[in-house]
């Protein structure tokens, strides 16, 4: 009787093995395709935001998509959420993939690991009060006043490396922990500030919203914008980086850059 116990469990044990093995992972969808996750901002058009439909959208939206169809091993799927959210997810694993037309800092490339190519550009521009015609360029910044820039924001950097090159026409480079784009623009507004520097295609949808007197001024510089990917997923980017070399050189960045900022961000 007791061999035959022993025998019982032995077998169950084997048997719950054998089901145990045979589940299907859970980043593998039935037909063997490997599930990518995907976290993107809700509401920062338009660059990513979930559509009527329930699906990401945007410029970043759109690239992911293309990518995904260069990379049939994949199944994207994507997730809304803020940007906190999201890049807590990315860095602890939840998501593979996180996107919403980031720049590439000291601070996130140790927490992130960023494809070798980036997967648009950002049109930085002054904006200024709308009767202003005196500021169009860095040059004219100096000894006014700019609103305050997050000193891990890649817009410090680029202010920051223009002052080291022109010692003898420095701009006033304030630091801040966290601005919002309302009381960015506000300032301006209201003459507390001179001018702020802010990627152009967000522009219009809060200046919409907001019905400010300002507008969009002078280019000042075209940064890079990158996705952002746990650290583990090398081998997808280098998949990534293959699918963003032949979407640049096809021409499909320089359309989806047309049909969500209104103009060709790759042209020089």
């Not at 070798?116 to 006014?144: C, E, H, M, Y």
Request: contains cysteine; hydrophobic residues 35%; aromatic residues 8%.
């Amino acid at each position: 009787m007791k061999r035959t116990i022993i025998s019982l469990i032995l077998i169950t044990g084997i048997i719950i093995s054998a089901v145990g093995c045979s589940k299907t992972n859970s980043s593998t969808s039935n037909n063997g395709v490997k599930i990518i996750k995907i976290a993107g901002v809700n509401d920062a058009k338009p660059f990513t935001f979930i559509d009527e439909n329930g699906q990401l959208s945007g410029y970043d939206g759109d690239v992911l998509k293309a990518i995904n169809k260069k990379l049939p091993e994949y199944k994207f799927e994507y997730s809304g959420m803020d940007q906190s959210a999201m890049l807590l997810g990315v860095q602890s694993g939840k998501y593979d993939i996180g996107t919403c037309h980031l720049y590439k800092s000291a601070e996130r490339e140790q927490k992130f690991l960023f494809p070798s190519q980036p997967s648009g550009l950002s049109d930085l521009r002054l904006v200024t009060k709308k009767n202003r015609n005196d500021i169009n360029s860095f040059a004219d910044l100096a000894g006014k006043k700019l609103v305050p820039i997050p000193s891990n924001d890649a817009r410090y950097n680029i202010v920051q490396d223009y002052n080291n090159k022109n010692p003898n026409k420095q701009i006033k480079l304030e630091p801040i922990d966290t601005l919002s784009s309302a009381d960015t623009f506000k300032m301006v507004a209201s003459g507390q500030y001179d001018a702020a520097i802010y990627p152009a295609p967000a522009f219009p949808a809060v200046q919409k919203e907001l019905n400010l007197d300002i507008k969009l001024a002078a280019s000042v510089a075209k940064v890079p914008t990158y996705f952002v990917l746990n650290k583990k997923d090398t081998e997808l980017k280098t998949k990534i980086d293959k699918a963003l070399i032949e979407l640049k050189q096809d021409g499909t960045l320089s359309k989806l850059s047309i049909e969500w900022y209104g103009n060709d961000v790759y042209k020089n």
